[in-house]
């Protein structure tokens, strides 16, 4: 059983920046895709960024702004994010689940979630 706990988040002004982490345990790597996720209010969840075998995969909306990492050693996922915008405002997961690449930012085939860190950015 994956059990994933994010840490991280916080209010910002727009333009700054925020590294979330989660730390992993009972994983192995290669085993499942890693990602992160978002929801705002309102709004269903969606997937931002995830890593699976060394590989990432971003949605467009954080393309260029957001870099997911993964430290093996550690077994903890991290999100970088610069040049945040007001609408990267939500609860953030980190999620574990799926082994092909094409499924890693789909939330319903995430097998494993954490408890979610909040971002908020003001304009």
């Known amino acids: 059983q994956v059990q994933l706990v994010e840490s991280g988040g916080g209010s910002v002004q727009a333009g700054g920046s925020l590294r979330l982490s989660c730390a992993a345990s009972e994983y192995t790597y290669g085993s499942y895709c890693l990602g992160w996720f978002r929801q705002a209010p309102g709004k269903g969840r969606e997937g931002v960024a995830a890593?699976?075998?060394?590989?990432?995969y971003y949605a467009d909306s954080v393309k260029g702004r957001f870099t997911i990492s993964q430290d093996n050693a550690k077994n903890t996922l991290y999100l970088q994010m610069n040049s945040l915008r007001p609408e990267d405002t939500a609860m953030y997961y980190c999620?574990?689940?799926?082994?092909?690449?094409?499924?890693?930012?789909?939330?319903?085939?995430?097998?494993?979630w954490g408890q979610g860190t909040q971002v908020t950015v003001s304009s």
């Open positions: 999620a574990a689940g799926g082994r092909v690449p094409w499924v890693c930012l789909i939330p319903k085939m995430q097998n494993y």
């Open positions: 890593i699976y075998t060394g590989n990432t």
